[in-house]
């Protein structure tokens, strides 16, 4: 089959990455003789409601989106298998409204950028016969499958910033300082910053943890600084959002659900600095990074893997490699690429290995 059009959309959450994916998509489609039509705000673009939106992608306005952070295309969490119509409580699938939309427009392919979500949207279109192909993307580096997922090394840059930055007045005042960053399933981001930031105590949604080990061990660093001023009398905990305690739940900001069914997470942070300020004579601060840990400009590993990513895609539609998704074994320019099914890539989460981790009580809090 001649590939003369292809659709391209970014779904979920921004990450820095994906405009140098974008533009890597364009270039190589474009070398190729393929057009480009960029598909606004997701699978929205898609839908009724967002194809008079839909623009043609070249090569010339792309040129400088590999140093811009986000997304050009914008980007939503619309679910085409769930769509909730305003004044309604009943949701409606309009997957078929998405199949229609591909071929009014003339596409010979979607190619999907996004993580568990999106491309559990994209992989349930292609048992349906639509001709889609993934690219991971996701700060929480939870997809399966995948050595990489685009964003993650920027918001690694973003979180470790933070977490340095917090030790000064931490330091300065004797707190304990908390940092809570994202991370609902997996504690990658969570992981990996504060070892690189030079934090406390680590707590991930893989480990749940208890309060009084949490405080054990926050007595034993604090008491020992305050008994000889060569040692801290600070203390930095850095909480991923998904981070429970043994027996609870995670900290909600809400009731509210997305159309993947998701709660909205976030709190513990709070949640801890307030338990700390209350069960030990430590003062203690929360900070959550929220959304800014996934902003700015892409580093040089998210531009690297970007182009790599994008590139790929656009041969593997080339190939006919309908229902699968992008995936690197290993990381950068000499990183193997190949393609997994997006069955596969969305049928578990690539979540922390507890047992691969050194010296695991030295990062996390549990009796």
């Given at each position: 089959m001649r590939i003369r059009r292809i659709g391209v959309l970014t779904g979920g959450g921004d990450a820095p990455g994906l405009n140098p994916a974008l533009k890597a998509i364009v270039y190589r489609a474009t070398a190729h003789d393929v057009e480009v039509m960029g598909l606004p705000d997701g699978w929205h673009g898609l839908l009724d409601a967002g194809i008079d939106e839909v623009v043609r992608l070249e090569d010339y306005q792309v040129r400088r989106w590999d140093r811009d952070g986000g997304t050009n295309l914008g980007s939503s969490r619309t679910n085409p298998f769930c769509v909730t119509v305003p004044g309604e409580t009943r949701a409606h699938d309009r997957s078929d409204e998405v199949r229609t939309n591909i071929v009014r427009l003339g596409l010979d392919a979607v190619i999907a950028l996004g993580g568990e979500d999106t491309?559990?949207?994209?992989?349930?279109?292609?048992?349906?016969?639509?001709?889609?192909?993934?690219?991971?993307?996701?700060?929480?580096?939870?997809?399966?499958?995948?050595?990489?997922?685009?964003?993650?090394?920027?918001?690694?840059?973003?979180?470790?910033?933070?977490?340095?930055?917090?030790?000064?007045?931490?330091?300065?005042?004797?707190?304990?300082?908390?940092?809570?960053?994202?991370?609902?399933?997996?504690?990658?981001?969570?992981?990996?910053?504060?070892?690189?930031?030079?934090?406390?105590?680590?707590?991930?949604?893989?480990?749940?943890?208890?309060?009084?080990?949490?405080?054990?061990?926050?007595?034993?660093?604090?008491?020992?600084?305050?008994?000889?001023?060569?040692?801290?009398?600070?203390?930095?905990?850095?909480?991923?959002?998904?981070?429970?305690?043994?027996?609870?739940?995670?900290?909600?900001?809400?009731?509210?659900?997305?159309?993947?069914?998701?709660?909205?997470?976030?709190g513990i942070g709070s949640q801890l600095a307030r338990r700390i300020r209350r069960d030990t004579p430590f003062d203690s601060r929360e900070l959550v990074i929220g959304h800014s840990q996934r902003g700015g400009s892409p580093s040089a590993l998210d531009r690297i893997m970007g182009r790599m990513f994008g590139s790929a895609a656009v041969e593997a539609v080339r190939r006919g490699d309908w229902g699968q998704m992008v995936s690197a074994q290993g990381i950068g320019p000499t990183c193997q690429l190949r393609m997994v099914p997006l069955s596969q890539a969305v049928s578990g989460l690539n979540t922390v290995d507890l047992e691969c981790v050194y010296d695991t009580d030295r990062y996390t809090a549990k009796v």
């Open positions: 491309l559990g949207v994209a992989h349930r279109l292609s048992e349906k016969g639509c001709p889609v192909v993934g690219i991971p993307k996701t700060i929480d580096k939870d997809l399966s499958h995948t050595d990489y997922t685009l964003g993650f090394d920027t918001a690694l840059r973003n979180c470790t910033s933070v977490i340095e930055q917090a030790r000064t007045p931490a330091g300065s005042h004797h707190w304990v300082q908390v940092v809570e960053v994202m991370g609902r399933h997996a504690g990658h981001l969570a992981l990996w910053s504060a070892v690189a930031g030079g934090a406390t105590l680590v707590l991930i949604p893989e480990y749940p943890f208890a309060y009084e080990r949490v405080y054990e061990l926050l007595t034993q660093r604090l008491t020992r600084g305050k008994q000889d001023r060569r040692y801290p009398r600070y203390a930095v905990i850095v909480a991923a959002e998904g981070a429970h305690a043994d027996e609870e739940g995670v900290v909600t900001l809400d009731a509210s659900r997305d159309a993947f069914g998701h709660e909205r997470l976030g």
